[in-house]
T-cell receptor, first 114, second 111 residues
């Protein structure tokens, strides 16, 4: 069975600084996808970034980028130039093709300090 | 573009009362649909998913049920609510590229 682990329950970062959120996963599947979702205080889940396991190149979306280490089964999220609006819960998620099921980590609460 | 709606946004129900939460998706056809529950400050627990009309897969044995009467409509129900059913319920659909998009959620309080 697949598992997703986020070992940092809470983190804080100063505005304009860079922060990295950790995520590790365990799977025996070959075809899978990894995601980071953001859940601000409104509780609306927002897709931040997506990574296909077969791609070696790390995904990037504006200030958000990932460090995907397939052999280590690690998928960390880097937020550059942190903004107050980045304050949220961040969830790492895993999807294996053909399973229809998404596995979510327990989340990291990020607070950006002014 | 695709949008996903959930209602109601907030619900307070007494123990033993029935429940019906509705989710509809616009702008796509035959989406995979999902119901999750999120306890306060916790992660997402998958309750049900559906890959087509009338096709429901249950992940957690409980007093909740789901139905998909139309292609883009997903309903979460209960005949008799328990205190433990309180939580934040999220509906989601997945795109052909496996990205999941979520509705705004329903906050359910069982009293």
């Amino acid at each position: 069975a697949q598992t997703v682990t986020q070992s940092q329950p809470e983190m804080s970062v100063q505005e304009a600084e860079t922060v990295t959120l950790s995520c590790t996963y365990d799977t025996s599947e070959n075809n899978y996808y990894l995601f980071w979702y953001k859940q601000p205080p409104s509780r609306q889940m927002i897709l931040v970034i997506r990574q296909e396991a077969y791609k070696q190149q790390n995904a990037t979306e504006n200030r958000f980028s990932v460090n995907f280490q397939k052999a280590a089964k690690s998928f960390s999220l880097k937020i550059s130039d942190s903004q107050l609006g980045d304050t949220a819960m961040y969830f790492c998620a895993f999807y294996a093709e053909g399973t229809y099921k998404y596995i979510f980590g327990t989340g990291t609460r990020l607070k950006v300090l002014a | 573009s695709q949008t996903i709606h959930q209602w109601p946004a907030t619900l307070v129900q007494p123990v033993g009362s029935p429940l019906s939460l509705e989710c509809t998706v616009e702008g796509t056809s035959n989406p995979n649909l999902y119901w999750y529950r999120q306890a306060a400050g916790r992660g997402l627990q998958l309750l049900f998913y559906s890959v087509g009309i009338g096709q429901i897969s249950s992940e957690v044995p409980q007093n909740l049920s789901a139905s998909r009467p139309q292609d883009r409509q997903f309903i979460l129900s209960s005949k008799k609510l328990l205190l433990s059913d309180s939580g934040f319920y999220l509906c989601a659909w997945s795109s052909p590229s496996y990205e999941q998009y979520f509705g705004p959620g329903t906050r359910l309080t069982v009293t």
